[in-house]
Structures are given as structure tokens and as C-alpha cells.
């Protein structure tokens, strides 16, 4: 399973890239409004440096939401960096963007992504990745991870080369979850990534070994 980072925050990113577990990173508009960059000049600049960052795919959102314009946006955002997917939610006009980007070879993940129906089409329209955000079906009491092993089964029964990038993780179960349900990858907070390390037993025995060492030593 892939580990991808939910942040637009370069410090963070390069802490986990430092880390050697790190193999993309996704981002939104909100993600980097609270970086607090603004300007389109800014923005293309900021997804270089990310890019420069990670070795591994970067998502970059498409604001557009006519096809024409997807495409211009996708074609100027796919031209900064060859680590960058274009990231398109799920709707008519994105399916077209998505087959389009799709034929000429560039990576694209469908974004915003509550059902199995709209994973059907990204898959069919040739999408790299799909974007189902776990957490907010969670939030209206849907079991996100009841889509994840939907997905998974559906996508297994005829072999589409979509991967899963569950986002909107929450928590460490999330995680844990997915990599049982067979999620290709997951998207979460840095928080929640350094999370995967805690245990309160590794905490105590640590201590008591450390301890121990010393008195070896006297
Ligand atoms: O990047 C999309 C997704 O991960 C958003 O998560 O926490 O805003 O629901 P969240």
C-alpha cells in the first residue's frame, strides 16, 4: 500500500519524505489556502516545489468545471512538473476531461468520489486513481470503509488498473482498514501518519530497556 501525504504544507511533506516512507502527496484548494498561498503565479510555483520535494506522484486540483477549460488548466498544470496528476472530480465534464488526459498518457485522479456508480465511470474513463473520501461519508453515517471493499471488489472483478487512493482519513483504523480492504493507496494528515508509530507498550518497553542498558554498564 501506498502512503501519500494530505497536505499543501512543505515542511511536513519533507519531514516524512526525510522519514523514507513517503510515495506522493494530494492536495486541494483548501489545503492550500491554508498554507495561505494565493495568486495563480504562487500556486504553480508552490506545486513545483512539492514536486521538487517528493519522489512520487503530486495531485494538483483543476478549478475549471467546463471541459474546455479543464483541459487548458489541465494541460498548464500537467506541463510543471512530470510528477503531476491532475486531480478532477467526478462530474460529466470531468469523465470527458479525465478520457481525454487519459488517451494522451497523463495521470489524472477523479476526485470526490461518495459511490461505487461514480467510481464505475472514473475507472471506465481511464482515471489513474479515484479519490473516495471515507471521512465525510463517516460524517453523515455511511461507512466509508464499506466503499472501500465495494471499490475493491468491483474493480477486481474486472481487473480496471484504477487505483484506490482512499482520502479523507481520519484516523489510524482508517488506515488500517484500508490496507485490509486492499486500498492501493492512502492520502491522510501528517498527524495522522506519525500516529501509525504510537504504541504505549513500545513506550514502556523502550524505557525499561534503556534503563537496563545503563546498569550494564556501571
Ligand atoms: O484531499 C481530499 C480529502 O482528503 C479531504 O479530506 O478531511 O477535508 O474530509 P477532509
Known sequence: MKIFIDTANLEQIKKLQDLGILDGVTTNPTLMYKEGISGLDNIYKHYKNICEIVDGDVSAEIISTNYKEMIKEGEKLSDLHPQIVLKIPIIKEGIKAIRYFSDRGIKTNCTLIFSSSQAILAAKAGASYISPFIGR??????????????????????????EILAASIRHQIHIIECAKYGANVITAPFSVIMSLLNHPLTDIGLKIFLKDHKKLNK
Open 137 to 162: 461519508l463517516d460524517d453523515i453515517s455511511f461507512s466509508g470503509i464499506s466503499l472501500i471493499k465495494e471499490i475493491k471488489n468491483i474493480y477486481d472483478n474486472f481487473s480496471f488498473e484504477t
